[in-house]
């Protein structure tokens, strides 16, 4: 598990992907100037500790509010470096530390298929997540496949309206980590999978 957020270590949902093997949760601060070079240092650290790389789940981002008439260059900036650059750099990273076999796997969110109108810059960043999905898929076939996951909404924020949210699917529920650990098993099981975006929103992006 790759995240720029507050670490996962102890989440439910997380221990239940523990029963695919070992799970190890890095944690990367995107705006370390040194981020790269930590990167490499704790993938070595892993190496010498004898882990071998079967698999990874890159999530990364903020969910800023940005409509238009606020954006700025370095407001701007800022979102694409976390929600694009950085996953980029995790990307490039691990590709070379992957065994044969193994399945790369990016988190992504509905906003590739319809972008949130406040949240622009944010869905222009996933959007070029999701370019990296095929782009890599086939920089690093055969040897990794390449699974992306857009989500809907699985945790809601504390200020949002969870009856509303559910009511704009059409399964009229949220999603839980449940779901997601669902499609990352999946995902990691499937072969013949690679290059694609499974979607996971309730069908939210049909309304």
């Known amino acids: 598990m790759l995240t720029s957020s507050e670490a996962w270590t102890g989440e439910a949902w997380v221990e239940k992907l523990g029963r695919m093997g070992r799970i190890e949760t890095l944690q990367w601060d995107a705006e370390n100037p040194q981020l790269v070079s930590r990167m490499m240092a704790d993938l070595d650290r892993l190496e010498a500790a004898g882990w071998a790389l079967s698999g990874a789940i890159l999530a990364a981002g903020t969910f800023p509010e940005a409509p238009l008439g606020t954006w700025t260059a370095a407001n701007l900036e800022a979102t694409w470096r976390l929600n694009l650059g950085f996953p980029f750099l995790c ?43 095929p782009g890599l898929a086939q920089l690093l076939a055969p040897s990794v496949r390449v699974v992306g996951h857009a989500l809907g909404t699985l945790l809601p924020a504390k200020d949002s309206d969870p009856a509303f949210l559910a009511e704009r699917t059409l399964l009229k529920r949220l999603g839980n980590p449940a779901d997601l650990c669902r499609a990352v098993r999946y995902a990691a099981d499937s072969p013949f999978l690679t290059g694609e975006i499974l979607t996971l929103d309730g069908g939210r992006r049909w309304l």
């Open 91 to 133: 990307a490039q990273a691990l590709a070379p530390r992957l065994l044969s076999g193994s399945c790369l796997q990016i988190l992504l969110d509905t906003s590739v298929h319809r972008p949130w109108l406040k949240r622009l810059p944010y869905g222009a960043a996933k959007a070029g997540q999701a370019s990296l999905v």
